[in-house]
């Protein structure tokens, strides 16, 4: 799960079960692309305008 840097949310994502990883905003679209990561955290309307939804 891509995360900003925080550890709060370092904190919560392993709460979840999940594995946090720090990326850039820049580099989220292509880490979905590629499977670096399976998910981000991130505001709804960053998916539409990002095309994250696309991936």
Not at 9 to 30: C, H, K, W
């Amino acid at each position: 799960m891509r995360i900003q840097s925080s550890k709060i949310l370092d904190a919560q994502m392993r709460a979840l079960g999940a594995n946090p990883q720090v990326i850039a905003f820049s580099e989220v679209y292509q880490a979905l692309q590629t499977g670096v990561v399976d998910g981000t955290e991130s505001p709804p309307s960053n998916f539409y305008t990002q095309k994250m939804h696309e991936v």
